[in-house]
DNA sequence: AAGTCAAATAAGAATAATTATCTTTTAAGA
DNA sequence: TCTTAAAAGATAATTATTCTTATTTGACTT
């Protein structure tokens, strides 16, 4: 799927910039706001970081992305997709996506009777293959 | 286990303000940077910002507290405890503890002949008993 | 118990990160 | 096309965090 139709479910107006920042996202896989900010301005040379920061906040508040707060790491930003953990690196920081089964998690967890799970963060940290 | 010896143990050196900030932190469960601020200032009005900004990051290093990172929620702070998963209510904001065991988790979550597991972080969001 | 020293504190300056304000521009539907 | 609400850009304001310097204090030694 593109990025117009993408923005069009969520219901967000189609820009250049938009469409950008989510280009950036998807070829980095998770991207930090600086290094976002960084990269976006080799394309948009006169793009305002307040407007990186706005596009940021709407679209994680129509779910468009996900936020990845990994502790001792900036927050990372991510196209959302298909519900899935994320391995942090602590030697390279690279951060990898993890298939991982969240509903089957939940079960064990707490119990569904009581509590209303909504959704479910899974970050796990140490050393990936490369750096190991 | 008293506070004093908690840090002795850490290598920090025991101070009244370190005394005081572990005192907050384990009658609150988990606690924001200003919060915290707010609460400790009424114990030692002339505390400073930059103590407490300090004495997080050196106890953070030294993993006798721990940071709850979890997505649209300012980070929270908690003395390091076994571990174990937080849940997150998005109606009151309450940060719970949830009993878990990590360890078996992780058997399922990635390859740990390629991989090398320091540490999970499991938060869940949703709603809670009193919310739901 | 007094002396020493590295580390911690306080105060405030400096820097970084994020949000708000205002004007201009633009996407999208009539 | 025209219209309008939303988005972009510029920059100010706010908030969060770190740094600097002088002073104080905890912990260790004698």
Redesign the pocket.
Known sequence: MNY?TL??QHQ???????IGILNMMHSAGHIT??NLFEEIKKQ?S?????????????MLDSSLITEVKAPNY??HYEITKTPHAHFVCTSCGEHKDVEFDMSNLCKNLVDESTYEVAKTSVIVSGLCPDCK
Chains 1, 2 share one sequence.
């Open positions: 117009e923005l069009k967000l107006k189609i820009t250049p910039q938009r706001i600086e948009f006169s793009i305002s970081l307040a407007t990186l920061y706005k596009n940021i906040n709407s900036k927050t």
